[in-house]
């Protein structure tokens, strides 16, 4: 991945910190941590589950991983103080059951993960939470525990929820133009860049999506649970066959550091009784 290197990112004052830090948890020791006292938290949610006979399983966490360690690192080069979690791999795939090991959890348990998350970095200081996610199934979950923890914690963290590519800007639109829900030229091309010896190129090709004969279900007017092996039966639909590394570079980058904008400004933000709104 061309994230930047570690050693790139050095803090402004380096005898204190004692060590170069840019803000990915996993890479960061007990000193690093207590001296960078982070304003924001990053958690990304994703999935492990089949994507066709040309992606890997771990398409959406090697996305999600991606796009927001490269966002953190951006954003804290620009002087803020986010943390990033280690990504969540397993999500909601209870309509993935006819395809062998799409690892799945409940609806409930990963709303409580989530919910416990959220709650252990309030205690330890945190405020300001970002849930990223990169699985279209777990929206709706996602969309839940906000209203839980706003509920249960809203004066001690403000919680919000994104996808990965939801800065992207519109200098990508239409970059992706199959609309493809799932395996299709959009994660294809994102693989590609990130992770090109993963992808098997004899399989890429133009793949249809089967729909329902009931309009608004095809349409998505009316929300349900599609089964997706019925939806696309090789468990991939789009124009495989029109993605580049390059198509995905460009809008990997561009998801990256649209988040890392947000990642700014949400850090630079004072805390206060109202917030986001300012102080009246």
Known sequence: MNFEPMSSFVTSDAGTFGSKVDGILETM??????????????????????????????????????????AVQLANKKGARVLRLPPLPIGNNVNFKAYPFACRIRVETLMAVLFDLVEFLAEDGVRKVVIVNSHGGNVATIDAV????????????????????SFAGPDVDGIHSDNSPHAGKYETSLVQYLAGGLVVDGELRDTPLHQPAIAA????????????????????????????????????????????????????????????????
């Open 146 to 165: 906000l209203r839980q923890i706003h509920d249960r914690l809203r004066d001690r963290v403000f919680a919000c929820g994104c996808r990965s590519n």
């Open 29 to 70: 020791t007990t000193a690093d941590i207590r001296a960078f006292r982070p304003e924001v938290a990053v958690i990304p949610v994703a999935s492990t589950e089949p994507h066709g006979p040309h992606l890997p399983y771990g398409t959406d966490t090697l996305i999600g991983s991606g796009v927001t360690a490269k």
């Open 217 to 280: 279900l095809a349409e998505d007017t009316a929300h349900w649970v599609r089964p997706w092996h019925r939806l696309m039966p090789e468990f991939c639909a789009g124009r495989l066959d029109e993605a580049t590394a390059e198509i995905g570079q460009r809008y990997f980058e561009a998801s990256a550091a649209g988040m890392a904008d947000f990642l700014v400004e949400l850090s630079s933000q004072p805390w206060g009784p109202d917030f986001p709104y300012p102080p009246e």
